[in-house]
């Protein structure tokens, strides 16, 4: 695998080949016209729809909520670049440096692996009232389920699972949500932000069964059933697994997604972006592979950067995610620590601070947008002292969790 030193010089003719038309797809598609490369690029989607916004799917439940669109087709077209929806890619030829989709093979210089993930799933198929929530199709049909009424079962208590009970309850739904873990959001916050998150749902009415064995999602036409708890439809989101199938006999290392170098290179002019890439983080020094829209982004724009340069430089990132549930804005910046601390900021909101050695590695904060804000940029680069961070986001009230 290469290095992540510099590359090859590249010419302005050389056919770029993205496959997967999300947001890390379209970002790299439109930041390599705005990097000034006047070769082909060719958009590649299993979906044969207009490139739209995955995220806000689960906020959007409301009647007149529509699809957000990405960008519309007449723009990509309008800058020259090809988008074929529907037409999935299947295989990779490295050796004849092929794509291999559903309608025929198309050739690059550069290929872009933007495939994203898929929803993991549960050992036995849905039922009839039931969805998984990752296409505009399941989005479609959980809004019909929300406008019909009655209640919701969520299994899963992560982002995705508490923004649809969220915006289903908001509806007038009676919303049931279901974890294996003790806590909601095991692997998006603190634990001491977790619960502050948990009593939000349970004030407005939102019924959490947590740490319970592992749910099965039974029904018929009429409705769903989960661990016991009968509701008019379900929907499931137990995590997501990266969809890299089509790349298996490739010969690129795969292991939790495409393994890249620190510049998200898999290989000679082969690259991955997004939910799919598992690239060595220059932040970190280590594999990381991070299922967040900002890093979708920045994924995008800086392959797009890579490629028009034809050098591939190092891609170190500080995670950052965010939530809209109930009205509230959570937000996470870094990572996990050994021990939390509770601060108030300013304003009261509670802020989290997690910490190693006496350094901050993450802040998380409820309703506090400039903290975050400010977090962000004071952990830029380095992982701060915690009376250094106090300091600098006037955060008061220390109280060690754990």
């Given at each position: 695998m290469p290095d992540g030193g510099a590359g090859s010089a590249r010419t302005s003719t050389r056919t770029v080949v993205i496959v997967g038309a999300s947001v890390a797809g379209v970002r790299c598609a439109t930041a390599l016209r705005d990097a000034g490369h006047d070769g082909r690029i060719v958009l590649l989607d299993a979906e044969d729809e207009t490139p739209y916004d995955k995220p806000p799917l689960s906020k959007n439940l409301a009647p007149d909520d529509g699809v957000p669109l990405l960008v519309e087709r007449g723009v990509l077209g309008a800058r020259g670049i090809e988008f074929h929806g529907g037409r999935p890619a299947v295989g990779l030829d490295l050796s004849r440096r092929?794509?291999?989709?559903?309608?025929?093979?198309?050739?690059?210089?550069?290929?872009?692996?933007?495939?994203?993930?898929?929803?993991?799933?549960l050992p036995a198929p849905l039922p009839p009232r039931a969805t998984y929530v990752r296409t505009k199709d399941d989005w479609a049909r959980l809004r019909e389920a929300v406008a019909r009424g009655g209640r919701l079962l969520v299994v899963g208590a992560g982002f995705l699972g508490l923004e649809t009970a969220a915006a289903a309850r908001r509806q007038g739904m009676q919303v049931t949500v279901f974890d294996v873990a003790p806590q909601v959001l095991r692997r998006g916050v603190p634990a001491s932000a977790a619960e502050i998150i948990a009593a939000g749902h349970r004030e407005e009415g939102v019924e959490l069964r947590l740490g319970i064995s592992s749910p099965t999602v039974d029904g018929d036409a009429g409705g769903a059933v989960v661990d016991g708890v009968a509701g008019d439809f379900a929907i499931v989101s137990i995590g997501a697994v990266p969809a890299v199938d089509w790349l298996a006999g490739s010969g690129?290392?795969?292991?939790?997604?495409?393994?890249?170098?620190?510049?998200?290179?898999?290989?000679?002019?082969?690259?991955?972006?997004?939910?799919?890439?598992?690239?060595h983080n220059a932040r970190y020094g280590e594999l990381r592979r991070t299922e967040h829209w900002t890093t979708a982004t920045q994924h995008g724009r800086h392959v797009a950067g890579?490629?028009?340069?034809?050098?591939?430089?190092?891609?170190?990132?500080?995670?950052?995610?965010?939530?809209?549930?109930?009205?509230?804005?959570?937000?996470?910046?870094?990572?996990?620590?050994?021990?939390?601390?509770t601060c108030r900021a300013p304003d009261g909101a509670p802020v989290v601070l997690s910490v190693r050695d006496d350094l901050v590695t993450g802040v998380t904060t409820i309703d506090a947008q400039a903290v975050c804000l400010k977090a962000r940029l004071l952990l830029r680069d380095e992982d701060r002292r915690v009376d250094e961070v106090r300091g600098a986001l006037g955060l008061g009230g220390l109280a060690p969790v754990r």
């Open positions: 092929v794509v291999e989709t559903s309608d025929g093979v198309i050739a690059f210089d550069d290929l872009v692996i933007a495939s994203g993930c898929r929803p993991r799933r690129l290392a795969l292991d939790d997604g495409v393994v890249c170098d620190s510049g998200l290179r898999a290989g000679e002019g082969i690259w991955a972006i997004g939910d799919c890439a598992r690239w890579s490629i028009a340069a034809g050098t591939a430089t190092p891609f170190g990132e500080l995670p950052y995610v965010w939530s809209d549930q109930f009205g509230r804005r959570i937000q996470t910046v870094g990572v996990g620590g050994d021990e939390e601390i």
